[in-house]
């Protein structure tokens, strides 16, 4: 499946951004997609996740109560909506899709259980 990434752009601080993840095609497989972000001269992280059958949602502390990941199944399409960015909130963020096993527990965070993935989208908070 083919993941289409848009709604990055630069925010002040304080501000708000919502990215959007389209899938190219509907896939009943799909177990769980995710938000991951990579800052210049850091490791990949885990943003924010939810799995497709139920829902259930999962979030880095750093995000908690700020952002919000949902889903449009009707549109095979991803959101997060980020409130309250901070200057290190900025970040290439991607977008990331599990479809050939369920992901169970923490493993939701990884980004090594994700097998598609879309193309970053910047997001630059001016402080």
């Known amino acids: 499946v083919q993941l289409v990434v848009s709604g990055g752009g630069l925010v002040q601080a304080g501000g708000s951004l919502r990215l959007s993840c389209a899938a190219s095609e509907r896939t009943f497989s799909t177990y769980a997609m995710g938000w991951f972000r990579q800052a210049p001269g850091k490791e990949r992280e885990f943003v924010a996740a939810?799995?497709?059958?139920?829902?259930?949602?999962s979030y880095a502390d750093s995000v908690k109560g700020r952002f919000t990941i949902s889903r449009d199944n009707a549109k095979n399409t991803v959101y997060l909506q980020m409130n309250s960015l901070k200057p290190e909130d900025a970040a290439v963020y991607y977008c990331?899709?599990?479809?050939?096993?369920?992901?169970?527990?923490?493993?939701?965070?990884?980004?090594?259980?994700?097998?598609?993935w879309g193309q970053g989208t910047q997001v630059i908070v001016s402080s």
């Open positions: 939810i799995r497709w059958s139920g829902g259930n949602t």
């Open positions: 990331a899709a599990a479809t050939r096993r369920p992901l169970v527990g923490d493993t939701i965070t990884r980004p090594q259980a994700y097998d598609s």
